[in-house]
């Protein structure tokens, strides 16, 4: 691992604020702009990794537990079907978002939002899960040396 | 990209095949952005050049760096790819002029999709409102796609460690 270099550990702390909160912004300004759930969950993801490489996975995994990621991969499906759910149960089609909210173009907004976020969920709990698996892999291979 | 693509076919050490990767997606991106695909770039400089690019190096990092000698003649692969990329070059002679916007693609839903996405939803970014609800079905199979590989994933590499664990005398430090 690379947590001796004193000018990488500074960098990358300076470095992980702006990442985190453009995942945030491309979260929360997807209907607008450019982005949505996978790209945020993506760049949390990296963001994440980059922390991991230069601080070491016991440091990373108290930051994120290994458990809560492992959770955030069905909970995202788990989101996104929920809300299908939601709107079969106010009456309407599975998946059909008009019934959320009082007016049919309010609720496709919101059930959009919601989507998204168990987008977001499941790709950034995934990605990070893969990549402590192989992560803990390599420091294990480490320990039999 | 041609010059990277070449590379990436000769060269032996699969360190520089992976970094090769990932200038190549990263390439890949700018033409995205260039075609006014912002949403397509942004996920390929994230996931192609970035995260895959590291789990790659993981994997290098769990077996070995050198490519094996191919066991086979190289000559009946190569002749499937010749035949594969002949054929495309030739169905893509019938294919509509680029960018054209009378072509098929671009006259079959989209137009209603444009028009019907402002007042039906109230989200500007039509890729976004395409892709979470109208196609909200195909987003739900796809996020379903995401938790298969991550628990395929999690399946092989971290059940497989609990049985090393036991048999190595020495499993120590592994908080």
Redesign the interface.
């Not at chain 2, 020495?170 to 908080?175: D, E």
């Given at each position: 691992m690379l947590h001796d270099s004193v000018i990488l550990r500074v960098v990358v702390k300076l470095l992980l604020p702006p990442i985190l909160l453009y995942a945030l912004y491309v979260q929360a300004h997807g209907e607008y702009g450019p982005g949505g759930g996978f790209q945020a969950g993506v760049t949390v993801a990296a963001a994440m990794i980059l922390y991991t490489l230069i601080f070491g996975v016991p440091e990373a995994q108290r930051v994120v537990p290994f458990a809560v990621v492992r959770t955030m991969v069905p909970l995202g499906v788990l989101i996104y079907g929920g809300v299908g759910i939601v709107g079969l149960m106010l009456g309407s089609h599975y998946l059909d978002y008009t019934v959320l909210a009082a007016s049919p173009p309010d609720g496709n907004h919101i059930g959009v939002v919601l989507v998204e976020i168990g987008v977001f969920v499941t790709v950034s709990g995934t990605m990070l899960s893969i990549f402590y698996s192989f992560s803990s892999k390599i420091e294990d291979g480490e320990d039999a040396d | 990209m041609v010059a990277v693509t070449i590379g990436i076919v000769r060269l032996r050490n699969l360190f520089a095949v992976v970094m090769l990767g990932g200038i190549y997606s990263f390439l890949m991106a700018t033409i995205l952005y260039v075609l006014d695909a912002?949403?397509v770039s942004?996920?390929e400089a994230?996931?192609g050049a970035?995260?895959s690019t590291?789990?790659l190096l993981?994997?290098l990092?769990?077996t070995k760096v050198r490519e094996a000698a191919p066991i086979h003649p190289p000559a009946l692969p190569l002749a499937v790819a010749l035949v594969t990329g002949a054929a495309l070059i030739y169905a893509s002679v019938d294919m509509p002029p680029f960018g054209d916007p009378l072509g098929p693609g671009h006259q079959h839903v989209a137009p209603e999709y444009i028009a019907r996405v402002l007042?039906?939803?109230?989200?500007?970014?039509a890729?976004?409102?395409v892709?979470?609800?109208y196609r909200?079905?195909d987003?739900?199979g796809?996020?379903?796609v995401?938790?298969t590989?991550?628990?395929g994933?999690?399946a092989l590499?971290?059940g497989r460690?609990r049985p090393?664990?036991s048999d190595?005398a020495?499993?120590?430090?592994?908080?």
């Open positions: - | 912002v949403d942004m996920t994230a996931v970035g995260i590291v789990l993981a994997t990092a769990v007042p039906e939803t109230h989200i500007p970014n890729v976004t409102s892709l979470a609800s909200g079905y987003t739900l796809e996020t379903t995401i938790f590989a991550g628990i994933v999690l590499l971290v460690r090393r664990r190595g020495s499993g120590g430090g592994n908080a």
